[in-house]
């Protein structure tokens, strides 16, 4: 299967939206992602926050969750965004994620440029890493 071309556009202007459905009533903080999924669709998600500070979602989360309730496949590119429309780096639970469910060639829009998860996360723990280690 080709990669599809990245509309850096589309998928910032869907993180966009997300931001404005977030539930963040504790941070006042709202966050969107969007995600191009290598059969070309664009999943995204939203934060989702709880009294319970720990059980709170990050919007990549969310992304994940309709990634895998839409079909699977793997994550091309990401683009996660403020309620400001600034760019904002994942935190390393959703780096994970999107290590999981992308590549390590899978591009993150930072606000350093556009890295691949390979640099973003280096030296990723992954589904390699359990391979043929079970006791």
């Known amino acids: 299967m080709s990669v599809p071309a990245v509309d850096w556009e589309a998928l910032r202007a869907e993180a966009v939206r997300m931001t ?17 999924v290598d059969d070309g669709r664009v999943v995204s998600g939203c934060n989702v926050e ?7 979602l990050c919007a990549e989360c969310g992304m994940v969750s ?4 839409t079909g699977g496949g793997r994550l091309v590119a990401v683009w996660c965004l403020d309620g400001r429309g600034e760019t904002l780096m994942p935190c390393g639970r959703c ?3 999107l290590w999981e469910n992308g590549t390590p ?7 350093a440029g556009d890295l691949p998860m390979r640099e ?8 390699d890493d359990l391979a043929g280690r079970r006791p």
């Open 50 to 56: 709880n009294a319970a500070y720990g059980v709170t």
């Open 120 to 127: 973003v996360l280096p030296q990723a723990f992954g589904a």
């Open 105 to 111: 060639e899978t591009v993150l829009r930072t606000p």
């Open 66 to 69: 309709a990634l895998h309730a």
């Open 95 to 97: 780096r994970q994620l």
């Open 20 to 36: 404005a459905l977030a539930y963040c009533p504790y941070s006042d903080f709202p966050v969107g992602v969007a995600g191009l």
